[in-house]
């Protein structure tokens, strides 16, 4: 994935980030969010890591206001904002969410798909201007796409159709983004061109806030992270007061050894089956 400078618009967000408490969410009687509280701090890359079915997409969809909580003893505020009272297009132009299976089969251009991320920011009966295109070229330009902005987006591979939903979120240019696997189906240097582009929204000021599974990653390129658990935060903080074995070989089921990166200086995390 190559990249070029992001929308200078971006980076509005204030030093309070993003702040929620007592999120639970049920489905088929079971509890999938037990109360969780989370923070992700502006100006950072923070990461929501845990095994499957740990409860990371549905605490990403409840912040996001897609998925109602189960109770109204939830809080979920941004920069002072209560997220989940917001009215819905308030709400868009503060908040761009990138899911993990974003898939369309209708004819549309990856262009247009990118489009979507301007109606926020647009009058209700207005069509696309050219200060939106402009956005949405940047957008594409940001993930290495612009070459395919006259294809469908349902001829594209899964890594394409993943870095087309990050384009549309960049368009949104949004002070919160919250991602679910955003490396998902993408190639080694794809990943780190992704991880990169989150790594330049927090220089600019915007919260990330990024669901990943590959730990080794997240140790690499996030500053703070939320370890979930049966539905729980089990650990939150720094990388290297979370990323350790005995925090993550309980979670995990392994057995955890970690390095560190010469050139970087940051953890890096090896893995072992535990006897």
Not at 25 to 38: E, N, S
Not at 63 to 86: E, I, M, S, T
Request: overall charge neutral.
């Amino acid at each position: 994935m190559t990249t070029t400078s992001l929308p200078t618009s971006l980076g509005t967000a204030s030093a309070g980030g993003l702040d929620a408490a007592r999120v639970t969410w049920a489905a088929g009687g079971r509890l999938i969010l037990d109360g969780v509280d989370v923070t992700a701090p502006a100006g950072a890359v923070s990461g929501l890591l845990g095994p499957n079915g740990s409860g990371k997409s549905t605490l990403l969809r409840v912040l996001a206001a897609v998925q109602p909580p189960a109770d109204g003893a939830a809080r979920v505020a941004f920069d002072g904002a209560d997220l989940l009272g917001l009215p819905r297009r308030r709400r868009a132009r503060l908040l761009a969410l990138v899911e993990q299976e974003a898939s369309t089969d209708l004819p549309v251009t990856v262009l247009d798909a990118v489009l979507l991320g301007r109606i926020p920011h647009r009058s209700l009966l207005a069509g696309e201007g050219a200060d939106d295109r402009a956005a949405a070229r940047r957008a594409l330009a940001t993930v290495g796409l612009t070459d395919l902005a006259d294809r469908e987006v349902a001829t594209l591979s899964g890594g394409e159709r993943q870095r087309v939903h990050m384009a549309r979120a960049l368009a949104q240019e949004p002070a919160l983004i919250l991602l679910d696997e955003p490396t998902n189906h993408l190639d080694i240097a794809a990943q780190l061109g992704a991880l990169r582009v989150l790594r330049t929204l927090a220089g600019q000021g915007v919260t990330v806030l990024a669901a990943l599974h590959d730990l080794t990653l997240a140790a690499q390129h996030c500053d703070h992270v939320v370890l979930l658990s049966g539905g729980r935060v089990v650990a939150a903080g720094d990388v290297r007061d979370v990323l350790v074995p005995d925090v993550v070989d309980p979670v995990y089921g392994v057995r955890t050894d970690v390095l560190t990166h010469p050139r970087t200086g940051r953890p890096v995390l090896t893995f072992s089956p535990r006897d």
